[in-house]
């Protein structure tokens, strides 16, 4: 048993159910619910174990001296978020410059509890073409789960209230922002 394994199941008592189909090289990769920062390492631990890349984006700034080094080798890509810049087609081109690019994203979009998700996830998907997998981080039953891909119909309403259905029953960290 590796280091890494050893600490998060053993030490830290979580374990993980499903895995990524290593066929699908390009998927937005929705993280819910997402209410600590907590999430972070725990989905880093899943990410080494599951020996699969995972990506994010994030502010540009971050990518420069001295620390861009350790975003691009956490699987960061640079974002340019100047006003007036169109996000989604922004991110939908790194999607075609990268022969391997799994993006998690948390449509919650914050770390507190929120009714309604933010759609930024799902329009990416559309328009990069890439389904949507989605992942749980279920503090309740300390299991990480991943679910099968999602391939988006366009129907935003009828496809959300699907993909919501994956999280039910899902416990945060702050179980009261779940």
Not at 10 to 25: A, R, T, V
Not at 104 to 131: D, F, H, Q
Request: charge should be positive.
């Amino acid at each position: 048993m590796g280091i890494t394994k050893f600490i998060f199941e053993k030490l830290m008592g979580w374990k993980i159910e499903g895995s990524f189909d290593p066929s699908i090289k390009k998927a937005v990769v929705i993280v819910v619910p997402h209410t600590s920062w907590h999430d972070f390492y725990i989905g880093a631990f899943a990410r080494k174990l599951l020996k699969t890349q995972i990506n994010y984006i994030a502010k540009k700034e971050l990518f420069e001296s001295p620390f861009g080094w350790y975003f691009r080798w956490m699987g960061g890509a640079p974002l340019d978020r100047t006003p007036g810049q169109k996000q989604v087609e922004a991110i939908a081109a790194i999607f075609q410059k990268k022969d391997e690019f799994r993006l998690a994203m948390s449509p919650e979009g914050t770390r507190k509890k929120v009714l309604n998700w933010k759609t930024g996830y799902y329009y990416i998907a559309l328009a990069a073409n890439v389904p949507i997998i989605c992942v749980a981080f279920d503090y309740g039953a300390k299991t990480v789960k991943v679910n099968d891909a999602f391939y988006p119909t366009g129907d935003i309403d009828l496809d959300t209230e699907k993909l919501r259905a994956y999280y039910k029953g899902v416990v945060g960290k702050n179980a009261e922002y779940s």
